[in-house]
């Protein structure tokens, strides 16, 4: 899919990067220079430019541009949409799942754009409460449903390979608007998403 590759590197901001990883790996007491090493400073630019990605998109442009009249009022889920994100204290990933639902009001959207549309703000540096607002809210303004509900079930790898090494803890977050904040829309999306 398109959205998965970055069709440029900015070459201002990949050299700038190269310079940068190479002083941190001599920082960090490696050669630079050695043979495994040297292609390493500018892989890592490509990489994370790719993995933040998601300044240079706007979600609201992509809910807009498939945006359809529709009468269907009942619950919509996707449900197990993998995201990868790295959180903005150690730039460590954090991966999981995110459950997304919706209960439209005149309009949907296509369903592959909800998956896009976590992409868009998991390829930041971020925190997975904010994350989890943020679907919440670009969904919640675009297509200005009668309710929207986001929980996403993640590991950290900050906690995972450093500090408390806990190894199999899993984060849950989740956030809720319009009908999802009654106790019977909820507790059906959480059953649905539930294995
Ligand atoms: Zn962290």
């Known amino acids: 899919m398109a959205y998965n590759k970055i069709e440029s590197y900015d070459e201002k901001i990949t050299s700038g990067l190269v310079e940068n990883y190479k002083h941190c790996l001599h ?4 050669d630079p220079e050695r043979e495994g090493l040297q292609k390493t400073p500018e892989r890592m630019a490509k990489a ?7 300044y240079q998109q706007d979600a609201r442009k992509i809910l807009e541009g498939a945006k359809f009249t529709e009468a269907y009022s ?9 995201i990868y994100s790295m959180c903005e204290h150690h730039m460590l990933p954090f991966f999981g799942k995110a459950h997304v639902a ?9 369903l ?13 540096l971020q925190v997975q409460e904010r994350l989890t607002h943020q679907i919440l809210d670009a969904i919640q303004e675009t297509l200005q449903p009668q309710g929207v509900g986001v929980v996403i ?8 390979m450093r500090g408390v090494q806990k190894q199999n803890s899993l984060t849950t977050t989740s956030a809720f608007s319009g009908q999802f904040e009654h106790g019977d829309t909820r507790a059906e999306f959480m059953k649905l998403i539930s294995k």
């Open 27 to 30: 920082l960090l007491g490696e």
């Open 48 to 54: 994370m430019q790719f993995l933040t990605q998601g």
């Open 74 to 82: 009942e619950m919509v889920i996707v449900k197990d949409i993998e």
């Open 102 to 110: 919706y209960i439209p009001n005149g309009y949907i959207t296509g």
């Open 112 to 124: 592959s754009k909800l998956a896009r549309v976590v992409d868009v703000f998991a390829r930041r």
């Open 153 to 160: 079930e993640a590991q950290h790898l900050c906690m995972m």
